[in-house]
């Protein structure tokens, strides 16, 4: 049995505005195993957006708690929040969050600032992610010389920057177009798959959704007990989405029905 | 808002600079007056007790007696030092021998020739008698190289820095005057137009060398004490109508105007530079409060703009002090390069900006040049230093100040913004648009 890398226990996050209090959550129970790719789905003010600052340590739940690699994070002062951030967890935003003051490379290299690599080492691996997201030509790019989707992939190439536990990505397709969508979905999906990267991905994008292992919803601030199996989990296991024939890893389309992979 | 700032260090290290180039000027002209007021009070108590004595066709300038170089030189016959010393209550007679040495000059004015002496030099020669050199000024007191003359010298010469020049020697080299030689014993650092030319020696010597032995230009006549003065001087006036004599009454009157005239310059002075002072260091407070709200504001703005940026940086793993030190680093880089911007405008424009900015320094109740005195050369007391203009300009110090401040401003100025920057919540900062 895989191990478990993330799991939340009736998590719950209430807001007081102007005297209202807004129940954004309201026991999340949450369980990700090492490797898990899985999309949280809901429409928009359903407590995506809050779950995912649970589990990324930018916030705390008013009740429950969030078990991180092992570590209760809501147990731990704030002062040491930000190790947790830059070694155990790996943002991707909607609107990309690129420094444009940085080319690519630099970008993929600041959550590695203060850590104990040395500068050379830093820049090698910032190229290797870069490589990894098929940049290599790209790394001395400021931001605004970039499409929407390379500015996303260099994001994802900084979330993996120290190697963590976790990526939290959200709406991570939000501001792309639908050839961009689709190519981070399959780029997260092959980094699932090669890298063994641990993935939440937030969207209320159902197509998008789909392209991970499980599918879960979320409703007025509970997680639905429904839930689906993403065709992401059955690539995972070398089986064809539609005609579930067995495939090989390689396959770019399937060679009884012919879909693309 | 870098130039903004710029400029405002500009006038906090262009001040000091102007202050600095005051107290220059302030602390020579403290000086130099300090001691013309000195002088002047040595030359009234000996004034007390002297009659000068000039043969009366001679041209005489300034307070000191003796012909003007170039002007008409008439002697006197030696023996009349004899004569005067047996007037009752001299003390002493004091002889000189005054002799320009130059080239003649022709000029036509206003339809009229007129032929001057352009002199090279002016020998004077004094008596080396040990009782006279030491208890009258007769020799120069400024030496600044070699030795003053002695008692008794001969066959030596004292020579102003002009004479060195012309002649083209130094200490103990051999000068040819006249046809005679002289060993250079020492220089003395009289610049005026009339001292700036002299070449002292033994009376002796400079009579031979002119073939004017048993001559004399002037002599200085001393009474016993100040109620002799009257009676002396009128029994020289009738009996040697060929004497101009003025008497110590009519010289106590000139020099104590003088004295009056600088004193009152002096408190002109101190006044004003005091009133500078003050206002300079009220400028310095307002530039550099000035300079701290800009950077203060310039870096709330900036935080403020990047508020996604910061949310950004700690979600990534920043923590709040590396959030802090990045928007200090920039706040104290910014004011550096203000610092460099300020540098550059001080250096070319520090003069005008003290000028803008600190009072004029006022000497003679008028307005002066400010950051500077006008050199001023006082015309009548030979030897009296002349002020130097003194203009503000930025010095190493200076520079390394502005830097030491730009550092400092951009630490205190970046220091809540970036604190703030550093306590922002990273989930507010991520939702801030």
Redesign the interface.
């Known amino acids: 049995m895989s191990e478990l890398i993330l799991k939340t226990e009736g998590l719950e996050k209430v807001f007081k505005m102007g005297g209202r209090t807004i129940r954004a959550l309201s026991g999340v129970n949450l369980q990700v195993k090492k490797s898990d790719f899985i999309s949280i789905m809901g429409p928009s003010g359903s407590g995506k957006t809050t779950l995912l600052?649970m589990l990324?340590c930018?916030?705390k739940p008013t009740h429950g708690k969030v078990v991180l690699d092992g570590e209760d994070i809501t147990k731990v002062p704030e002062?040491r929040l930000?190790?947790i951030?830059?070694?155990k967890i790996?943002?991707i935003?909607q609107t990309f969050?690129l420094?444009p003051y940085l080319n690519a490379v630099e970008n993929v290299e600041?959550?590695m600032?203060?850590t104990k690599k040395s500068r050379n080492e830093r820049r090698a691996r910032a190229r290797e992610l870069l490589k990894l997201v098929g940049l290599s030509e790209r790394e001395g790019h400021r931001p605004h010389r970039l499409s929407a989707g390379e500015q996303q992939r260099v994001a994802i190439a900084?979330?993996l920057a120290?190697n963590p536990a976790l990526v939290l990505a959200d709406e991570a397709t939000g501001n792309l177009d639908s050839k961009s969508k689709y190519e981070i979905v399959r780029l997260l999906g092959k980094l699932n798959i090669d890298q063994g990267t641990t993935i939440v991905m937030v969207t209320h994008d159902n197509h998008m959704a789909s392209h991970a292992d499980r599918m879960l919803f979320l409703k007025d601030g509970k997680l639905l007990k429904e839930e689906k199996q993403g065709t992401h989990f059955l690539k995972k296991n070398l089986m064809c989405p539609k005609c579930h024939s067995r495939i090989q890893p390689d396959d770019v389309r399937c060679p009884r029905c012919g879909k693309k992979l | 808002m870098v130039i903004a700032l710029g400029f405002s260090m500009a006038i906090m290290i262009s001040i000091p600079s102007g202050i600095v180039a005051n107290q220059t000027a302030a602390q020579r002209l403290t000086e130099n007056y300090d001691e013309l007021i000195d002088r002047m009070q040595e030359e009234i108590n000996a004034a007390l007790t002297l009659i000068e004595c000039s043969p009366s066709s001679g041209f005489t300038f300034g307070p000191m007696p003796g012909p003007m170089p170039g002007g008409s030189e008439n002697f006197l016959d030696e023996s009349i030092i004899s004569d005067l010393e047996s007037i009752q209550g001299v003390k002493d007679v004091v002889p000189f021998f005054e002799k320009s040495e130059g080239t003649n000059q022709t000029v036509t004015r206003f339809g009229r020739t007129f032929t001057f002496l352009r002199p090279d030099y002016t020998i004077l020669g004094v008596p080396l008698t040990s009782s006279l050199i030491n208890n009258y000024s007769i020799l120069p007191t400024n030496i600044i190289e070699g030795r003053n003359l002695r008692e008794e010298d001969s066959g030596v010469v004292l020579l102003s820095l002009n004479n060195t020049g012309y002649f083209g020697v130094g200490i103990g080299d051999e000068v040819n005057i006249l046809g005679s030689d002289f060993t250079v014993v020492g220089v003395h650092g009289a610049s005026g137009f009339r001292e700036g030319m002299m070449l002292y020696m033994n009376i002796s010597d400079a009579q031979k060398i002119t073939d004017l032995e048993g001559k004399i230009s002037r002599l200085d006549v001393y009474a016993e004490d100040q109620s002799y003065v009257d009676g002396i001087a009128s029994t020289i006036e009738s009996e040697y109508p060929e004497l101009s004599v003025t008497t110590a009454s009519e010289r106590l009157s000139r020099l104590q105007n003088m004295q009056d005239m600088y004193e009152d310059t002096l408190q002109n002075a101190e006044a004003t530079i005091s009133q500078t002072q003050t206002t300079a260091f009220q400028e310095i407070v307002i530039a550099t409060a000035a300079s701290s709200l800009i950077v203060l504001f310039t870096m709330l703005y900036t935080t403020r703009e990047r508020t996604k940026e910061i949310g950004t940086l700690k979600a990534i793993g920043f923590s709040n002090w590396n959030v802090m030190s990045q928007f200090m680093f920039e706040g104290i880089l910014m004011s550096l390069m203000a610092g460099v911007v300020g540098i550059v405008i001080g250096y070319v424009g520090a003069p005008t900006i003290t000028s803008l900015l600190l009072p004029h320094i006022s000497m003679f109740g008028t307005q002066g040049r400010p950051g500077s005195f006008q050199g001023y050369t006082n015309p009548g007391v030979p030897g009296a230093p002349g002020l130097q203009v003194t203009t503000a300009a930025l010095d190493p110090q200076l520079i390394l100040f502005a830097f030491g401040l730009a550092l400092l401003l951009g630490a205190l100025g970046s220091l809540y913004p970036a604190w703030r920057a550093s306590r922002t919540s990273p989930m507010e900062a991520l939702r801030y648009e």
């Open positions: 600052n990324g930018l916030d002062r930000y190790k951030r830059r070694h790996g943002f935003f969050n420094l600041l959550p600032e203060g900084r979330a120290n």
